[in-house]
């Protein structure tokens, strides 16, 4: 029996383990499905990982090394496939080197991260020819095996991977006509739009969308369209661009069947598992943290969560449970959820952390919590965007005998 | 005025830059008036991109400049990672190409290979 069992060697996975390792936990399993830890980061070559942390701008391989540099004292399965967790901490695997094994552990962490939303998820009429690509597996082929996907890209959606390899593509030679959007404002951050599309003249197409996809045995355009307020495209708009290659950057999804698996509810607002403030799942002693609970814009707040994730799982391996009363976190106006979903505030460290999104474009407003008809706490925002992850932090002296607390985004006084 | 947004942070502040004295305001840290008045006056970039490698368990080592260069040498520069070929061990840190293109920049590796 092992103290702590982490599932997922990326950014999360490694913060988490190191955490639980330097919080007591006598032994700890990190097990990766790659031949490497470091997950995606591997494939992410360009800079701007780690300012928050490390107050450098580091590639992704350099950041997912600070991390691989400092795994003394923990066990690392490469290669290894993870079939099931179950509530009772039972982890079952598969590896090419030790066939099936069965693992037990005091407490669990689910760091699977998330995969990429594909074709089949967004049904783009049009033949299905070579050519389209999701973003991230471009950015691999590209990064990682070598391989130039494409000489003329479409973009469709302006999430930071798409953004990214826009500007990747251009660099090594290739001419990427436009990035469309269906929203009307990006899924990126500011800086990519000004530094990947802005920098190389490549047009954002806010509010449209690719409406078909030609060519039989190879890509050989899109035809766009621009949509409405309903996000239907509208007739008449249509214009076609010639390409060989359209890279999808249409969103992420939480890789949760492990989870779904071992029966731990799950939040329809996140796709992930609901959370208490330590990072711990409904199920009693599974931890969950990074992509695999909510999708992050920055690996930096990954790192962080998983820290708590790692630190939380030591506890609980060494005996200590957390208790006491449960606060319901809500989502109010304007706000699409909250992580975590539930405070223990008996388990807080005099302050809870709550990270949310937002559903629209808003400038000059506050982000209020409320205890009922109470403004517990308020925080002014010049701006707002649902690309752009928010952070606040409760102190639990203000919780009061709150049973819910509502997050919304209201007007600034 | 002009305004921008500042890429320093993920942050992205909205900047405001006056084209004459090169005053920047909106900015959070001193990092965004720095980066206000270089944008309009000498924009510079960190480029990075991948190497062919021999010998590792993969064939391509993530590279980065070691600090910003012109915007304007940006595919010159990648012309010149187009020529290079690594031989593994490779460490992070180790220099690419030294005083890249003359911009008193160099390449570094930023993987362990």
Same mark, same amino acid.
């Given at each position: 029996m092992r103290d702590v069992i982490v599932i997922g060697g990326g950014p999360a996975g490694l913060a988490a383990a190191i955490s639980a390792r330097d919080n007591g936990a006598k032994s700890v399993l990190v097990i990766e499905r790659d031949t490497c830890v470091g997950g995606i980061l591997n494939q992410c070559i360009h800079n701007g990982f780690g300012?928050?942390?490390?107050k450098e701008e580091l590639s992704g391989p350099e950041y997912a090394s600070r991390f691989a540099g400092n795994l003394e004292n923990i066990e690392v399965l490469t290669d290894t496939m993870v079939l099931e967790v179950t509530t009772d901490r039972v982890v079952r695997a598969v590896s090419r080197e030790q066939g099936y094994m069965e693992l037990k552990a005091k407490a669990i962490v689910l760091a699977m991260g998330c995969r990429e939303r594909t074709r089949g998820a967004i049904s783009i009429p049009g033949d299905r020819p070579a @050519? =389209?690509?999701?973003a991230g597996a471009a950015q691999r082929y590209l990064n990682i095996e070598g391989y130039m996907v494409g000489k003329n890209a479409v973009i469709l959606g302006s999430g930071d991977i798409g953004l990214i390899m826009a500007r990747r593509m251009t660099l090594e030679g290739a001419k990427v006509h436009a990035c469309v959007e269906l929203m009307p404002y990006s899924g990126g951050l500011t800086r990519n739009i000004v530094q990947c599309l802005n920098d190389f003249d490549i047009p954002l197409y806010l509010s449209h969308t690719i409406t078909r996809i030609h060519g039989k045995n190879r890509v050989e355009g899109v035809t766009i369209a621009k949509v409405g307020p309903d996000r239907k495209p509208i007739a008449g708009t249509e214009f076609d661009i010639e390409c060989d290659t359209v890279l999808l950057s249409v969103g992420l999804i939480p890789e949760n069947e492990l989870t779904r698996g071992a029966g731990i509810p799950i939040d329809r607002r996140t796709n992930g598992a609901y959370v208490y403030e330590n990072m711990e799942t409904l199920s009693e002693g599974i931890f969950a943290c990074g992509n695999v609970v909510h999708v992050h814009d920055l690996v930096d707040y990954v790192s962080a969560e998983s820290e708590r994730a790692g630190a939380a799982a030591a506890k609980y391996a060494l005996g200590e449970k957390a208790s006491g009363k449960v606060i319901t976190v809500e989502n109010g106006e304007g706000v699409s959820y909250t992580v975590p979903q539930y405070i223990r505030p008996d388990n807080c460290d005099k302050k809870a952390d709550l990270f949310f999104r937002v559903r629209n474009v808003y400038s000059n407003k506050c982000i209020t919590v409320k205890n009922g008809e109470k403004t517990v706490a308020s925080f002014k925002r010049e701006h707002l965007a649902p690309g752009e992850m928010e952070h606040i932090i409760i102190p639990v002296?203000?919780? @009061?005998?709150?049973?819910k607390l509502t997050v919304s985004v209201e007007e600034a006084e | 005025m002009a305004n921008i947004v500042c890429i320093v942070c993920p942050k992205g502040c909205r900047l405001t830059v006056?084209?004459?004295?090169?005053e920047v305001t909106g900015n959070n840290c001193p990092r965004g008036a720095a980066y206000g008045k270089t944008e309009l006056t000498f924009p510079t970039r960190v480029l990075t991109s991948t190497v062919k490698i021999e010998? @590792?368990?993969?064939s391509r080592c993530p590279v980065r400049t070691n600090g910003a260069i012109p915007k304007g040498k940006m595919f010159e520069v990648m012309s010149a990672l187009r020529k290079v070929t690594l031989v593994s061990p490779v460490k992070i840190g180790? =220099? =690419?190409?030294?005083?890249v293109c003359d911009t008193g920049i160099d390449v570094i590796a930023t993987r362990n290979i």
């Open positions: 300012l928050h942390r490390f @050519g =389209v690509y999701t002296s203000l919780m @009061g005998d709150a049973e | 006056d084209e004459k004295t090169f010998n @590792g368990e993969i180790d =220099v =690419v190409i030294p005083n």
